[in-house]
């Protein structure tokens, strides 16, 4: 059973810098395609950063320049390194486990506040 536990959000003022994890289990990671995706209120989920198990990476025009998506595949963990965060980036953010898993996280919440 594939399990991805979300850890690292919270309260940022703009201009400042998270760094998320997505601990997973019941997969090998790096096997799998990973993903990190938000969702705000009353908005609908959108892509942050995708990672291919064979290292390619793709990011969300909102968050280019100012994300990196990387992972520790004998952690079993991928992590999301977000700087320059805007007022704009407030939603939760959502691990995702792609190719034969189809999988996602709880979430954790991200707000951009001063």
């Known amino acids: 059973q594939v399990q991805l536990v979300e850890s690292g959000g919270g309260l940022v003022q703009p201009g400042g810098s998270l760094r998320l994890s997505c601990a997973a289990s019941?997969?090998?990671?790096?096997?799998?395609?990973m993903g990190w995706y938000r969702q705000a209120p009353g908005k609908q989920r959108e892509l942050v950063a995708f990672s291919t198990s064979g290292g390619a990476t793709s990011y969300g025009d909102s968050v280019k320049g100012r994300t990196t998506i990387s992972r520790d595949n004998a952690k079993n963990t991928v992590y999301l390194q977000m700087n320059s965060l805007k007022p704009e980036d407030t939603a939760v953010y959502y691990c995702y486990a792609g190719s034969e898993y189809q999988s996602w996280g709880q979430g954790t919440q991200v707000t951009v506040s001063s």
């Open positions: 019941g997969i090998i990671l790096s096997r799998v395609a």
